[in-house]
């Protein structure tokens, strides 16, 4: 019976702990901050992994986020098009070229970088295990300098519902699946989740609300 | 421990978790656009489902104001590609009249419209938008 007060303080403290890492990683963001960038431009996700699928699974899904998170999105398709048709129809090409063109071919003020460095599936009896390692990285439209960068390291199950034995993990798995639609194929909720998690947790290594959440926040506290 | 203990301390953690950052509303109406997304990406020859799905997004988006970025510019793009060009450009125009991070792109791209009805009368298509393999380089971004 001792433990339980204990267990419950863990949570406080564990909150506690998460503000004063919020401070810390505030100082990274603040080029990012300075820079302000409303728009962001999506280019094609560099696949290192063995899967073939990843890379059009993370290209799907990272709008949604981040135009959630408050910023303007390039239409990735008529990019995609766009960029083939300038003879940049590799993804590895277009990574390679110089961030300052690519962002004054769309008028964009950043572009986001994806480069998948792992998704391995291992197929077990009951469920089947995702291991993926993702790189997220937004550099400035006009210096080219980064000014944001993540590495999302997770391991993915979908039929997961019990426990990883990891009450925290288990419920930011369960946050991220609740928040995605609800129909959606095999390796969507996976993608989701790793963007979720790459992008959101700010303050944090996440990235700060973008001009149009902003706006929405504001309207929200004039009607209050 | 007991289990009620324990599923006190999970009920609290989730609490904890909710109040740090969990939005319950979005800023747009987005049904399943990334599915949609995903979908086109594997069957690009499929343009008409593709097509369907933009539309449906526009219209459940529409009478909420909360059409998200990039949406109409999509839509534009693939009437482009299905060679009507009226379509295009009223919603590139859309496009950047919603979102003014747009203007520099959607001006591209209805400039380039504008150019293909042209060379259309002249039967010549621009690259643009065309098929693989009959790509030119049309601006200063290549290797």
Redesign the interface.
């Known amino acids: 019976m001792r433990?339980?007060p204990l267990?419950?303080l863990?949570?406080a403290l564990?909150?506690l702990f998460?503000c004063a890492h919020h401070k810390l990683e505030l100082s990274k963001q603040e080029k990012f901050l300075s820079a302000s960038p409303?728009?962001i431009l999506i280019v094609p996700v560099v696949n290192k992994s063995i899967d073939v699928?990843a890379a059009?699974?993370m290209?799907?899904?990272i709008?949604?986020p981040l135009?959630?998170r408050?910023?303007?999105?390039?239409?990735?398709?008529?990019v995609k098009?766009?960029?083939?048709?300038?003879?940049?129809?590799d993804s590895s090409?277009v990574h390679?070229?110089p961030t300052s063109?690519?962002a004054s071919?769309?008028?964009?003020?950043a572009v986001l970088y994806i480069i998948i460095e792992q998704w391995d599936a291992k197929y077990l009896l009951l469920t089947t295990q995702v291991t993926v390692a993702i790189n997220y990285q937004i550099r400035d439209g006009k210096t080219g300098d980064v000014l944001w960068e993540n590495e999302q390291k997770m391991v993915y199950s979908p039929q997961q519902q019990q426990s990883s034995g990891n009450?925290?993990a288990d419920?930011?798995i369960l946050?991220a699946q609740a928040?995605i639609?609800k129909?959606?194929?095999n390796y969507?909720p996976l993608?989701?989740q790793a963007n979720a998690q790459a992008l959101?947790?700010?303050p944090g290594p996440g990235i700060p609300f973008g001009p149009?959440?902003n706006e929405?926040k504001n309207k929200q506290e004039k009607s209050n | 421990?007991t289990s009620a203990?324990r599923y006190?301390?999970?009920l609290?953690?989730?609490f904890?978790?909710?109040g740090?950052?969990?939005h319950s509303h979005?800023?747009?109406e987005?049904s399943?656009?990334?599915?949609k997304?995903?979908k086109?990406?594997?069957d690009p020859s499929n343009k008409e489902e593709f097509i369907q799905a933009l539309k449906k997004v526009m219209d459940k988006a529409e009478p909420a104001g909360k059409v998200?970025?990039?949406?109409y510019?999509?839509y534009?793009?693939?009437m482009y590609?299905q060679g009507d060009n009226n379509q295009a450009i009223l919603y590139f125009q859309k496009?950047s009249d919603k979102?003014p991070?747009?203007?520099?792109?959607m001006s591209k791209?209805i400039a380039n419209v504008n150019k293909t009805t042209k060379n259309q009368k002249k039967n010549v298509r621009l690259?643009?938008?065309?098929k693989?393999g009959k790509?030119?380089?049309?601006?200063?971004?290549?290797?």
């Open positions: 433990r339980i267990l419950l863990l949570p564990l909150t998460g409303r728009s699928t059009d699974y290209l799907s899904t709008t949604i135009a959630e408050g910023y303007y999105v390039f239409p990735i398709n008529a098009r766009v960029l083939e048709d300038d003879g940049l129809a090409l390679s070229a063109k690519l071919l769309f008028g964009a003020d009450a925290i419920l930011i946050l928040a639609t129909a959606a194929p969507i993608a989701n959101f947790k700010y149009y959440a929405q | 421990m203990a006190l301390c999970i609290f953690l989730l904890s978790l909710i740090c950052g969990a979005t800023l747009y987005w399943g656009y990334d599915a997304l995903y086109h990406y594997k998200p970025p990039g949406v510019a999509e534009g793009f693939v590609e496009e979102w991070e747009s203007r520099d792109f791209l690259p643009v938008g065309s693989k790509t030119k380089p049309s601006s200063e971004v290549s290797k």
